[in-house]
Each structure stands twice: as C-alpha cells, then as structure tokens.
C-alpha cells in the first residue's frame, strides 16, 4: 500500500470539504492550517519538498521552477484577490495619488517575491504609469525561494527598523501589504474594490494568488494522482458553493469577496482548469518577468502537470437566479 500523502492546505471555503484521512483515493494526512503556519509551509515546501502536496503562493511557485525546484503545479487555485487596496500610505501620499510614486521608495511586506506585491506592482505598471523599474523598493523580509535573486533597486530594512516606522517617519512613501496602525494610514488606490471589479470587468483582471502543487517524483510514480487530486478539489470547492450561495452563507472576507465577483460575472467565482485562468496566467507571468522575479518567460501550459493542463469541469454553474 502507498503511504499516505501529506497534505498541506490552508482554512479556505474551498478546502474544508478535504479534511481527513483520505484524499484522490489515497491514505492522507490532511493539514488544514492557518496563515502563519501556511506561510512558514510554503518555504518547507519550496526548500525542503516537506510535503507531497502543499498549497503555495503562485510567484513562489513560479520562482521555483525557475530554479529547478521538484514540483509541478496543478490548475487548482485556492485563493484569489483584488490588490488595488494592497498599496497604502499616510494622508499626504493619498492626496497625491498613486501615479506620484514613480521615483519614489515603498516598502514590501517580507519578500520582493510575495504575490501580492507582484500583483500590485502589476497594477501601478499597467494601470498608473508606475514603472517597477522606476521605484526602489524595500523588502522587510526574505524570499521563499533562497536562490532567488533580486534587482539593484531591491533594498533590505535597515536593521533596527521596520516598515511602519520608515513610512511614518517619510523614509517610504507608500507600503505594499502587511497591516498597520498608523493615523490615517489607508489605501493610495481610490475605491480599491470597485477599481479591481473594474479591472476584472474591463480587462479580464482576477488574480490568482495560491495554487495546488505536487511533489514532481509522486506525478511520476502515479500518473492518475494528477487527475484525481483535480477532481477531489473540485468536488470540494463544489460543497463550499453549495454554502455560498445558500440560505445561511460563510460572512468572512475571502467569501464575501467571491459572492460580488459572482453576482458581477454571473459565473463561478474560484474557476479552476489553465483555460479559464489563461489569460491572468499569462498577466502574471509577464508582471514577473518585467519585475526580474524570471529570466524566462515560461509558456503557462509548461506550468502545470501533464494531462491535467487540459482538464475541464472545474468551472461549476452558479444556482438559479445569479447566473
């Protein structure tokens, strides 16, 4: 008999249906954890490969494929969000709106890496004028990916400081990511969540923040587990819609969230399969490379585990009447 798989997921809508000593057929022990541990996961994954199936933010994903890391994704993506309210900063820096940060310093919350950082520096890029280049940005942390290296205008906390008290003492203009309490500190971006639904109407904008990932040597061993574990994560994120859009629906952000998308779109609001996603794919894949996280531009359909790159049936109908 296999022996059981070792799973790592965070506490999503999506993934609750999983708990449990079974998943895609198989023995597993299923890890369902919070965002700290789920952070701390991530790097045992990309550094150590401590699991055979991990939840990972999806630049880290795509970082350690750039450095030959073991692992292969699968089109299953748990968690997805609007960073337009990701870019803040004190009274002055939002009267001057975020175009003014061009040639200027802001923080990133931990790494240069992190996704949410990639995904609004994407959007200061190809919606403000704000070249990444342009800026110098400072990092409060390190990189999941060790080898990772950074550009010159990538700088580090100095020691002894940190994120809050340069921006409140004008050393950064803005900060991307990361939670603060400063008086008047708030989003640079006007009406962040109207703004992404926005982008999400007028561009296709829906970023993808984490996906499934598979230790690369278990997709070689068995090469039904792909499809099942696609299958297994669809099935769930089939029960967490059920309660979504039920009589007594989840009240968390992440679910909020996802009931305006699907009342804007009229369709599923967690698609899973590289198709739906390709073109977001794509946007982030470009947002990477221009921000000097690739070298390489990889062809997103090189991303995903063979035969599972062409699965469907993982973008479920909405109930009567949000359709």
């Known amino acids: 008999m296999s022996p059981p798989l070792r799973v790592l997921l965070g506490r999503h809508g999506c993934t609750a249906a999983l708990e449990g000593d079974r998943l895609a057929g198989r023995p597993a022990e299923v890890r369902l954890v919070d965002e700290t541990d789920l952070i701390g996961g991530f790097r045992q994954m990309v550094r150590d490969e401590a ?3 991990c939840e990972l933010a999806i630049t880290t994903y795509l970082c350690a494929r750039a450095h030959g890391k073991r692992i292969l994704a699968l089109p299953v993506f748990l968690v997805r969000a609007f960073h337009h309210g990701a870019v803040l900063g004190l009274p002055a820096a939002i009267a001057a709106g975020p175009a003014a940060l061009a040639g200027a310093r802001v923080g990133v919350n ?29 990092r409060s942390g390190d990189e999941h990916v060790l080898e990772q290296r950074l550009p010159a205008n990538v700088e580090q906390v100095p020691a002894g400081r940190d994120l809050a008290d340069l921006l409140a003492g004008g050393d950064l ?17 006007p009406s962040p969540l109207e703004a992404g639904l ?8 829906y970023p993808v923040n984490h996906c499934l990932v598979v230790r690369e040597a278990l997709l070689e061993e068995d090469q039904r587990l792909g499809g099942a574990l696609f299958e297994a994560f669809v099935s769930a994120k089939a029960a967490y819609l059920g309660r979504l859009f039920g009589a007594d629906p989840p009240g968390g952000q992440d679910d909020q ?15 899973y399969g590289l198709d739906p996603n390709r073109e977001v794919l794509e946007e982030l894949v470009r947002h990477a490379q221009r921000q000097q996280l690739l070298a390489v531009a990889p062809p997103v359909d090189q991303l995903f585990a063979e ?15 949000l359709g």
């Open 51 to 53: 699991f055979d199936v």
């Open 110 to 138: 931990r790494g240069y890496t992190v996704t949410t950082g990639v995904w609004a520096r994407g959007i200061l890029d190809d919606e403000h004028g704000v070249e990444p280049s342009s800026v110098t940005w400072v």
């Open 173 to 189: 203009a803005a900060v991307i990511g990361g939670r603060f309490q400063l008086e008047g500190i708030g989003p640079v971006i």
């Open 198 to 205: 926005q982008a999400l109407e007028r561009r296709g904008h």
């Open 257 to 271: 969230l996802y009931r305006r998308v699907a009342e804007r779109t009229g369709s599923d609001p967690l698609p």
């Open 307 to 321: 035969g599972t790159d062409r699965m469907d049936g993982g973008v479920l109908p909405l109930p009567t009447g």
